[in-house]
T-cell receptor, first 114, second 115 residues
């Protein structure tokens, strides 16, 4: 394993409530990512971070925000959860660089919004 | 924009059969290409990669060759095992906002291998 822990592993929440997912890494990698995985869509990038307090939007960022106050932690927040945000969320890390250092993924968080 | 198209599954094979999973891409510039594998209940793992045209990535008996002329990166294995049952994702790199590590994924192909 690449030293990535996602918490919680499972979460059920109601529409309109705030939810925060946590990704913690022990690899001291610069880049961290949040993806969502949905049937028929593969994985889609939500947000990513290229350093402490440096973040940017991905392909499907609407309704999500992120924060990275420490190298090892990357938080994904749904300010007001909707049913369309029911998904499996994966955190990934990468050393980055011009050689396209591969992504290492966590085991995912299954979120259900009722 | 950049995109990846891979064959839809599920693919069901008998043990020791030959496997091909097709992947084609659209990209500007010279992306790197990847195959990731996802076993049930787990995150994705890098299976193999190729960083330039005509490169062949290989790992665990799987191979894929970066074909720029046909914009393809098909995954092959000569003799599959039950333990190869998983979902396989083709992906390409995309220099998104300066980062070298962001990837664009295909939708995934589920492989089931029967004994």
């Amino acid at each position: 394993d690449a030293g990535i822990t996602q918490s919680p592993r499972h979460k059920v929440t109601e529409t309109g409530t705030p939810v925060t997912l946590r990704c913690h890494q022990t690899e001291n990698h610069r880049y961290m990512y949040w993806y969502r995985q949905d049937p028929g869509h593969g994985l889609r990038l939500i947000h990513y971070s290229y350093g402490v307090k440096d973040t940017d939007k991905g392909e499907v960022s609407d309704g999500y925000s992120v924060s990275r106050s420490k190298t090892e932690d990357f938080l994904l927040t749904l300010e007001s959860a909707t049913s369309s945000q029911t998904s499996v969320y994966f955190c990934a890390i990468s050393g980055g660089g011009a050689d396209n250092s591969p992504l290492h993924f966590g085991n995912g968080t299954r979120l259900t919004v009722t | 924009g950049n995109s990846v198209t891979q064959m839809e599954g599920p693919v069901t094979l008998s043990e020791e059969a030959f496997l091909t999973i097709n992947c084609t891409y659209t990209a500007t510039g010279y992306p790197s290409l990847f195959w990731y594998v996802q076993y049930p209940g787990e995150g994705l793992q890098l299976l193999l990669k190729a960083t330039k045209a005509d490169d062949k990535g290989s790992n665990k008996g799987f191979e894929a060759t970066y074909r720029k002329e046909t914009t393809s990166f098909h995954l092959e294995k000569g003799s599959v095992q039950v333990s190869d049952s998983a979902v396989y994702f083709c992906a390409l790199s995309d220099n998104y906002g300066g980062s070298q590590g962001n990837l664009i994924f295909g939708k995934g192909t589920k492989l089931s291998v029967k004994p």
